[in-house]
């Protein structure tokens, strides 16, 4: 259990290190006869670094209550 509660502390320094992902996604925009435009476009997925600091004190939590 420890080493689980070092993973998740891991994972929760990550959420606050990195606050933002963007991703892709590609619409098609028109069709005429065989041609076809698109555009990419792009999205943003944030979270607050709270989220990240939550999840370190689950992962601490975690850590210290498992048994030796």
Known sequence: MKIAGVVIMIIGLGLIVFTTITYFSSDKIA?????????????NLTWSPFLGIAIMAIGAFVMLKSKK
């Not at 069709?31 to 999205?43: D, L």
């Open 31 to 43: 069709e005429i006869a065989s041609v076809e435009i698109r555009a990419t476009q792009p999205h």
